[in-house]
């Protein structure tokens, strides 16, 4: 049974100040920004749950298929906008946060912004390089952070994408945090060439075995100056991923996590039902991570940020324009018309490259979109979860 090994993880592999601390800042007051958000929904409002920040667009890999331009000059989100972002989500009860880059362990300010805001839960997704043993003292010391390392298969697989050594490298770091009972995530992106690898027994076994108490599981999407169109799903293979996810759900003692189907089996994207934004290093309030062009900075309003995004058209339009087409990846079936939307809106490219083109040079694929072949979440702990939990924390339910 998954339910009494898991409950024994949870009481014996994580800290319990921590687990307590997790347990109120993530998911209790994240339900709170749940019906705050479906009250605001109700009257018409439109301000997220949730939000995705870069920090930075350095970073120390440089990982094939990456959307984030790391060459030339770097830039870092200035930390009086940072503060705006997390100051003005919380008069909107909204306390939880996913801070991203580039690397976001190479940001100058990580730890005063983390030691600032006590009263808020942040998950760091990071390529796992960084985890000395000072930098996760201070992550068990503050309590308020869940790291979120991406690797992306077995030591072969992830390296060919991120670079030799990484996986090693990483592994090192997850037995830090293990060693200090700290709670955090593994993120694997699933690609066309790794999909028979990251959806196995032996996968997820490997990181229990580690300490991890959740998977995050994305699936590839080509973007950037090298998009890598090899790395890419067919139908079939998605079809197959949603499978695989229900049966080893039903497995292993340990969170599994998707952010693409609701607990009926539907296709649905966290930008078009408002539930988050994406704010980049210069201060501009994006769609999502992989889309790197804003109309909305921070600055605006006089740092008033619920009404620059409550009364921004281009958010509200991209809304409208997913629902005229798909309850999927508008990036991955709709990049031609995408790039018409996003330049008739006069969103600007924040990328540092030319990411109109590259968006418009992009062929239609299949998303995780799939009429006629939905299948529902089969086991009742997952149905509660995407309900009530994660991702939305009952948004969908």
């Known amino acids: 049974m998954v339910i009494p090994r898991l409950t024994w993880r949870l009481?014996?592999?994580?800290?319990?100040?921590?687990?307590?601390?997790?347990?109120?800042?993530?998911?209790?007051?994240?339900?709170?920004?749940?019906?705050?958000?479906?009250?605001?929904?109700?009257?018409?409002?439109?301000?997220?749950?949730?939000?995705?920040?870069?920090?930075?667009?350095?970073?120390?890999?440089?990982?094939?298929?990456?959307?984030?331009?790391?060459?030339?000059?770097?830039?870092?989100?200035?930390?009086?906008?940072?503060?705006?972002?997390?100051?003005?989500?919380?008069?909107?009860?909204?306390?939880?946060?996913?801070?991203?880059?580039?690397?976001?362990?190479?940001?100058p300010k990580l730890w005063n912004v983390l030691e600032k805001h006590r009263d808020c839960y942040f998950q760091i997704i990071t390529n796992g390089m960084l985890f000395t043993e000072r930098n996760v003292a201070r992550i068990r010391e503050l309590g308020n952070i869940t790291p979120l390392i991406s690797l992306d298969g077995f030591q072969g697989n992830n390296d060919k994408r991120r670079g030799e050594g990484v996986f090693e490298a990483a592994d090192e770091g997850l037995a830090r945090l293990k060693k200090n009972k700290i709670i955090f995530g593994i993120a694997t992106t699933i690609t066309g060439q790794n999909v028979d690898e990251v959806l196995t027994d032996k996968y997820l076994q490997h990181f229990i075995d580690r300490g991890a108490l959740y998977i995050w599981y994305y699936v590839y999407r080509p973007m950037g100056a090298e998009p890598h169109p090899e790395y890419c799903v067919s139908k079939e293979q998605l079809i197959e991923i949603r499978r695989r996810l229900l049966k080893l759900r039903r497995k292993h003692p340990i969170f599994i996590i998707d952010t693409y189907w609701t607990a009926e089996g539907e296709a649905f994207c966290p930008a078009a039902t408002g539930m988050g934004f994406h704010v980049n290093p210069h201060g501009g309030v994006e769609i999502c991570p992989a889309l790197s062009f804003a109309r909305d900075m921070i600055t605006d309003n006089n740092g008033d940020l619920y009404k620059t995004i409550n009364e921004s058209k281009f958010l509200r339009g991209f809304q409208d324009f997913v629902h005229e087409r798909t309850k999927g990846c508008v990036i991955l079936e709709n990049p031609q018309e995408l790039r018409d939307y996003i330049g008739g809106a006069g969103a600007k490219d924040f990328s540092t490259r030319d990411a109109f083109t590259e968006l418009g040079a992009g062929t239609p694929r299949n998303s995780h979109h799939l009429p006629g072949d939905e299948i529902p979440e089969d086991y009742w702990l997952y149905r509660f979860l995407k309900r009530q939990v994660f991702f939305g924390m009952g948004a969908h339910g």
């Open 11 to 107: 009481m014996t592999e994580i800290s319990p100040r921590l687990a307590l601390k997790g347990g109120y800042l993530c998911a209790w007051k994240g339900m709170r920004a749940v019906w705050a958000y479906k009250r605001r929904l109700k009257k018409g409002e439109l301000y997220p749950p949730f939000m995705f920040i870069a920090l930075t667009n350095k970073c120390n890999l440089r990982c094939h298929g990456c959307w984030v331009e790391k060459e030339g000059v770097g830039y870092y989100l200035p930390e009086e906008q940072l503060d705006t972002v997390i100051r003005e989500g919380k008069k909107q009860h909204a306390h939880y946060y996913t801070l991203l880059g580039g690397e976001p362990m190479m940001y």
